[in-house]
């Protein structure tokens, strides 16, 4: 049985004035961002289930996936992996392993941010879940084993423990299904046997993309670009900088220099996916984002074009 529908679609749970988060289950007396905006998402603690080591099919065996279908796609080694943007949707994290490397897989989908990390401190695999309490609009995870809260797009604990610890973020590519598929044929995929009774051909955020409006409230907005203009967004030394899509050149690569580090930033629009390289050719982490999460974790960004 499906959770009251999935509270109701989550869609009709949101409430138009959040409330401050209660904080029963975690120890906000220490916090790094201000404790009264961190707000109660609508689902309690683990009431989005994280997914931990996953089934997974082959791409022949993915049959449930249309060529346009978004996919976060990661590579570590030699080993590829789908996660489909429709199965986060309903989990926004997954605890995994590639190549033996542990790793923490999360979706933001108010935010439109997925984002991946190594998830490993001092030799030991750390495992998260959804905490339920949102900071920005962003989700804040929570570790299992000291119950810290994460921020996603700060990239670091922001109560608990381990406050002011940072995730060491890792490439990952968001991506058609189809693309993905074609530049990495052996890759394998999420399989839809997740061990939850979810309707994953059910986008529960439908709409939410196409208005202006934000669900919660964030603590920066910057009129340069509309809210939900999508963007992509690097960190290099410490300094932010957002590429707005529309501005790219599709199939061309652009260079730009970021602090004292060359960039090149290739845009495929067919693929509405951008992936960035270093002067050697290295992958380096990049994140597609909606224009108001970016700008509200980074109001001292650079912005392309400007």
Not at 65 to 78: E, M
Not at 205 to 233: E, I, Q
Request: charged share 20%.
């Amino acid at each position: 049985m499906k959770t009251a529908v999935w509270w109701i679609a989550l869609g009709l749970l949101w409430p138009q004035v959040p409330s401050p988060a209660l904080a029963e289950s975690f120890d906000l007396s220490r916090s790094s961002v201000p404790r009264e905006e961190i707000l109660s998402g609508g689902p309690p603690k683990d009431g989005i289930p994280a997914l931990t080591d996953p089934q997974v099919v082959s791409a022949e065996e993915a049959t449930y996936l249309r060529a346009a279908d978004r996919v976060l796609g990661v590579v570590i080694g030699t080993q590829a992996r789908a996660y489909p943007i429709r199965i986060l949707n309903w989990h926004e994290v997954v605890n995994d392993q590639l190549s033996g490397t542990p790793i923490v897989v999360t979706y933001c989908p108010l935010c439109g941010t997925g984002m991946v990390f190594r998830a490993e401190r001092r030799g030991q695999r750390m495992l998260f879940g959804v905490s339920g309490l949102l900071y920005n609009s962003d989700v804040l995870l929570h570790d299992k084993e000291t119950e810290s809260l994460w921020s996603q797009l700060k990239m670091e604990a922001v109560t608990g423990p381990r406050l002011g610890e940072q995730l060491e973020w890792l490439p990952a590519q968001h991506i058609t299904w189809e693309i993905w598929r074609t530049a990495h044929p052996q890759t394998d995929v999420l399989s839809l046997n997740t061990g939850y009774d979810r309707d994953y051909g059910h986008d529960p955020y439908a709409g939410y993309a196409t208005n202006s409006r934000l669900m919660f409230p964030v603590r920066h907005r910057d009129a340069r670009l509309a809210p939900k203009a999508w963007v992509a967004g690097v960190l290099i030394d410490g300094q932010p900088k957002a590429y707005p899509l529309k501005r790219l050149s599709s199939g061309h690569v652009l260079e730009d220099r970021v602090g004292v580090q060359m960039l090149h930033i290739m845009y495929d629009a067919n693929a509405r996916s951008v992936q960035v390289t270093d002067a050697n050719k290295n992958e380096v982490p990049v994140v597609q984002a909606y224009w108001f999460a970016w700008a509200a974790f980074y109001p001292e960004t650079w912005l392309y074009g400007e």
